[in-house]
């Protein structure tokens, strides 16, 4: 990996390097994706629950908070490095699952597990990812990767997700619990656009011997029918806390659980096993008017009092960000919208390009602000206004 300042002198240099004329900043890379990409795409990507409050609602909650520095401190060794579940990782952040990433590259999930296999940033693969887990093993190697479970109605179907997820070396599962329904998404039922009804989405599902036999006919001579299947399978309202406690049965893996921002759930997440938590409201695509994450995050650290990891994702756009989240008690955050409109742009090339200045901009912030390793980073960095 290159270093930070590798990577800032990249971009001064770059006018005589001849070098891609790549976006710098989030919204830049996301006006290039809606310059790229169809309507239906794009909105599917950028557009959030009702009237987008809560997605809205996810970039204020930052800007609540100010880094206060501290000043004279030897940083000129750094080290972003962090610890989770026994693995070590250069950064403290992840790829966030997000589904269907063929509506906006050719090779849908190939890219963005490469550019992760690269970095050796760990890949959540969506559970909804059009290319199948086995094929995103293959391209990975020994790379880190987890899983993003939808838990399925059927218990048999949940079981061969875990079993293929385990066998294909996927090392967590993240056991997505805030998207048992469809959320009221306007800019998608403009366009009336829904990937998944095309089979967009639809790999794991479509090479799943269990998921395979419970249909009448096989996807390629009924479509519609195997997508409406894996549609009421992945709309599992009935989900419970005993259907986490079969999950943890049924996996030797870690087990995290995604979507909850209450501190009472985080308890009960606790109680029932889970290894994990990620404070989530789904990147506002889901509840309209709901809490942001960053608010939520200190009430759901302090219920857990450390004796979980707690990651946290929606909003996060730049390295200040990630010390906010960081300072206010994650181990760690997820990165979601950024790459894919990085994989819109420039493919694996563009993913690695956003990650990269993600990296350098977070070491970057982490030194001025006085601290030269994420374990110094802590309440006393930040301040509420």
Known sequence: MKDFEQIQMGFYESADSGAMNLPVSYTEWEERAKEKLASGPFGYVNG?????????????????????????????????EISLFGGKYPVPFLFAPIGVNSIVHAEAEVPPAKAAATLGIPYILSNVSTTPMEKIAEVMGDA????????????????????????????????????????????????????????????????????????????????????????????????????????????????????????????????????????????????????????????????VEHKVPVLMDSGIRRGADIIKALALGASAVLIGRPYIYGLAVAGETGVKAVMENLIAETELQMAICGRKSISEIDQSLVIKV
């Open 48 to 80: 959030a629950a009702g009237a987008g409050d809560t997605m809205k609602a996810n970039a204020d909650a930052f800007k609540q908070y100010r880094i206060r520095p501290r000043i004279c401190r030897d940083i000129s060794k750094r080290n972003l």
């Open 144 to 303: 880190p990767r987890w899983f993003q479970l939808y838990p399925p109605i059927n218990q048999e179907l949940t079981k061969s997700f875990l079993k293929r997820a385990e066998k294909a070396g996927f090392s967590a599962i993240v056991v997505t619990i805030d998207s048992t329904l469809l959320g009221w998404r306007e800019t998608d039922l403009r366009n009336s656009f829904l990937p998944f009804l095309t089979g967009e989405g639809m790999g794991n599902y479509f090479t799943d011997p269990v998921f395979l036999s419970m249909l009448d006919a096989p996807p390629e001579q009924d479509l519609k029918a195997a997508c409406k299947m894996a549609l009421d399978e992945g709309n599992n309202a009935c989900f419970s806390w005993k259907d986490l406690d079969f999950i943890k049965k049924e996996t030797k893996l870690p087990v995290l659980l995604k979507g909850l921002t209450h501190p009472d759930d985080a308890l009960l997440a606790v109680e029932h096993g889970a290894d994990g938590i990620i404070v989530s409201n789904h990147g506002g695509r889901q509840l309209d008017g709901a809490i942001a994450t960053l608010e939520a995050l200190p009430s759901v650290c302090e219920a």
